[in-house]
């Protein structure tokens, strides 16, 4: 009975790594395309400042507040999105979402004053509020515990991605696009928010529900997939709204939540300040320039990302990585404070920074979705990113009203505090260590 055995067992294996290999190749580009375009729209305001600024009379503080008020919309409406996503599906619910928020970018072009603007960052944070929650929710659908953290580390890769591509080609657009008589900075919002809307409806038509939607999966590899997936969550009693609603009071979640609050008030900080910091380091860089620079330090995180998403899948542990890198990121800005007059070593800590608030989104994420059933993931993950997206509310605002027209970096205190907190509150978690992973089951 030996033979047989062994030999179903060497067929399972082959089915396991062709099936991982076919949804890596046929859904990862796809999700990973959402999340850049949808980072860049997010994030471009940056960019689009130092065209703007005089035109509309827009402070740094004035700034700090247009970048934060999107997430007030977005974290209302992020639970929703993902309880809706799992009703009707991810295909039309993605779609939606990428054509939104493809439209609103684009209008936003066209404001006339701050208060257009910040009407058109509230709308997009509606457009986009659901979008992250539920693309981490897709992947539970898709890869395995053992294989999701480097699933998560590729969707994650997208942030540094749409932020070195938002850096080249907002300083491009604006030092060289000023087509119809319009300003340049309207041409960003224009130029990179189109390709969303055409996203969307190329998601609607190719990306599966499921695995036994997926054409591309034969039957047997469809069942094998699915059948991992389900013998990875305890099986519970018939799902409700106000048990999947339970998540929210897990305390856990809650602890998670908040730690990732105090994480992304230095995330966001870093996304929409890093143009004026490096514009500051020598007001005599062109657009063009400060785009080329401020790419580095994403350039620098994405590959610590990769190495460290990696190294936590290879070992199984999470917590470790994740608090060394929230201090790492704290060391980091506290040295572009310090190196502000020094371009080179402030580029340096710029990278630092951006290794931590980058490379600790996919440790942290599978961390996470640990503490979660199946039925409660979809608004558990939704739970912590929406607790957590106020700190993209908190950072831009704290350092935008500290800031001066002279020194963005004195702003940056606040999210040097608010990494220290978030490493204190994870060190006193109890996460159970993850089974090490040696092989397709």
């Not at 030996?2 to 179903?8: F, K």
């Not at 054509?99 to 509606?126: Q, Y």
């Not at 699933?151 to 696009?177: K, N, R, Y």
């Not at 220290?420 to 006193?428: F, N, Q």
Request: overall charge positive.
């Amino acid at each position: 009975m030996s033979v047989p055995t062994t030999a179903s067992a060497a067929g399972q294996h082959e089915v396991g790594r062709r099936t991982i290999r076919k949804v890596a190749l046929r859904v990862m580009p796809i999700v990973g395309l959402l999340y850049v375009f949808n980072y860049m729209d997010r994030a471009n305001i940056g960019y689009a400042q130092l065209g703007m600024a005089t035109e509309l009379s827009i402070t740094a503080a004035t700034f700090g507040v247009a970048s934060a008020i999107f997430f007030l919309a977005y974290v209302v409406f992020e639970v929703p999105s993902n309880m809706i996503m799992k009703r009707v599906g991810a295909r039309l619910w993605l779609s939606r979402i990428a054509v939104s928020w493809g439209i609103v970018t684009v209008l936003t072009g066209f404001v006339a004053n701050v208060t257009h603007l910040i009407v058109a960052r509230i709308l997009l944070g509606i457009a986009e509020a659901g979008l992250f929650p539920g693309l981490l929710l897709y992947m539970t659908y898709w890869f395995r515990g053992k294989e999701r953290g480097r699933a998560i580390a590729a969707l994650a890769l997208a942030q540094p991605v749409a932020l070195i591509l938002g850096s080249l080609t907002g300083g491009l657009i604006l030092d060289h696009i000023h087509w119809f008589g319009m300003s340049s900075w309207q041409w960003v919002f224009i130029l990179q928010g189109a390709p969303a809307v055409l996203l969307g409806v190329v998601t609607f038509f190719l990306l599966p529900n499921k695995p036994a939607d997926a054409r591309f999966l034969t039957k047997e590899e469809s069942t094998w997939l699915q059948s991992e997936i389900d013998a990875e969550y305890v099986p519970e009693e018939k799902t409700t709204f106000r048990h999947e609603l339970r998540a929210v009071r897990n305390p856990k979640v809650v602890h998670l939540a908040v730690a990732n609050l105090f994480i992304a008030c230095g995330l966001y900080g870093l996304a929409f300040f890093l143009p004026l910091i490096v514009k500051q380091l020598d007001p005599s860089y062109s657009s063009t320039n400060i785009g080329l620079l401020g790419a580095i330090p994403y350039l620098v995180g994405a590959v610590g990302m990769l190495l460290l998403a990696r190294n936590s899948d290879r070992t199984g542990e999470r917590k470790i990585h994740v608090i060394a890198l929230v201090l790492v990121a704290a060391l980091g800005f506290f040295g572009a404070i310090q190196f502000k007059s020094v371009p080179a070593l402030s580029l340096v800590s710029l990278s630092l920074a951006a290794i931590g608030v980058l490379g600790y989104l996919a440790p942290y994420w599978a961390m996470a979705a640990r503490v979660l059933t199946k039925e409660q993931t979809a608004v558990g993950l939704a739970a912590i990113n929406s607790i957590a997206a106020l700190g993209g509310f908190f950072g831009p605002y704290a350092i935008g009203l500290a800031a001066t027209d002279t020194d963005v970096t004195v702003g940056l205190y606040f999210p040097i505090g608010c990494l220290v907190v978030a490493a204190v509150m994870l060190s006193v978690l109890k996460v159970p260590r993850e089974v090490r992973p040696t092989a397709l089951n």
